[in-house]
């Protein structure tokens, strides 16, 4: 089975920028469809992003769209999440995960389509 290790999480000050990062062993992220999820104290997990890796297709979460980017290089087995004007209220553990590139669900980004998952990186936004 996949194993995905989240890095990149930290401390940054309101407006200012991160980047995760989702690196994959045990297998190759191909036919996968690699997804971003967030979870903030006392909130339910929150897709964030997801990126096909065989084609172009992403999709965001409204709460994202035009502040964060995600990109793959499959090359190096890894997913990316760009994250640039970041706002107190995108505090949370990130995390990603990986799920079958052909299920509706997954573009949906419903937890339980995603079959593995990493541990989880914080990343808090506060002055």
């Known amino acids: 089975q996949l194993q995905l290790v989240e890095s990149g999480g930290g401390l940054v000050q309101p407006g200012g920028s991160l980047r995760l990062s989702c690196t994959a062993s045990?297998?190759?992220?191909?036919?996968?469809?690699i997804a971003w999820f967030r979870q903030a104290p006392g909130k339910e997990r929150e897709g964030v992003s997801c990126i096909d890796t065989r084609g172009p297709a992403t999709n965001y979460a409204a709460s994202v769209k035009g502040r964060f980017t995600i990109s793959r290089d499959n090359a190096k087995n890894t997913v990316y999440l760009q994250m640039n004007s970041l706002k107190p209220e995108d505090t949370a553990v990130y995390y990603c995960?990986?799920?079958?590139?052909?299920?509706?669900?997954?573009?949906?980004?419903?937890?339980?389509?995603?079959?593995?998952w990493g541990q989880g990186t914080q990343v808090t936004v506060s002055s």
């Open positions: 995960a990986a799920g079958p590139r052909l299920r509706a669900g997954v573009w949906n980004l419903v937890p339980r389509e995603f079959n593995s």
């Open positions: 045990g297998g190759t992220l191909v036919d996968y469809a």
